[in-house]
């Protein structure tokens, strides 16, 4: 069995934490699975500190995307090997999910596609302005067949206060 799971969800949605369980299920299941899980945050830690900055972003996401490319050449190339592909990543870029969907429906690969929706303390200290925009950029980008994880951690009022800032100086922008 081939599958891709794409997990969005903004920092401190619990990406990893479901990505992992995910993981756990598809090994469980295929003992002998080969496993990638692409996710950005790990190609910004250097020297084991973790470092948020835009251009640091901008080179993980190449990064990410060199290895997703990888991961699907290896599913074609051994169809009927049991590998696991799980992209966890904000997943606001609705392109870039087209783009694997598209090489999942070629390859007849499975897809599960989930959307997180915590609110946890983000554990590299992305800004909450970051934070919400991330989570605005998602809820705009609704994707067909996406499962919505029940939320463990809801938004806090602050948060929600926040959330409602932005979006009325975005639609002000917007209007412009």
Same mark, same amino acid.
């Given at each position: ?23 756990? &299920? ?69 392109? &870039? ?80």
């Amino acid at each position: 069995m081939q599958k891709l799971i794409i997990i969005r969800g903004h920092s401190g949605s619990g990406k990893s934490t479901f990505a992992h369980q995910k993981i756990i &299920e598809f090994k469980n299941t295929f003992s002998n699975a080969i496993i990638y899980h692409i996710e950005n945050d790990k190609y910004m830690i250097k020297d084991g500190v973790y470092s948020w900055t835009k251009n640091a972003h901008l080179q993980a996401k190449q990064f990410a995307k060199k290895d997703i490319q990888q991961a699907f050449q290896q599913m074609r190339l051994n169809p009927i090997a049991n590998i696991l592909l799980v992209i966890s990543n904000v997943g606001a870029n609705r392109r &870039e999910i087209d783009e694997y969907l598209s090489l999942a429906e070629t390859y007849k690969i499975d897809v599960e596609i989930y959307r997180m929706q915590n609110f946890f303390r983000n554990q590299h200290n992305v800004s909450l302005s970051i934070v919400c925009n991330m989570y605005l950029d998602i809820l705009a980008t609704p994707l067909p067949d996406e499962t919505l994880v029940p939320v463990v951690k809801p938004m806090s009022p602050y948060i929600k206060q926040k959330l409602q800032r932005i979006s009325y100086f975005r639609n002000i922008k917007e209007s412009k």
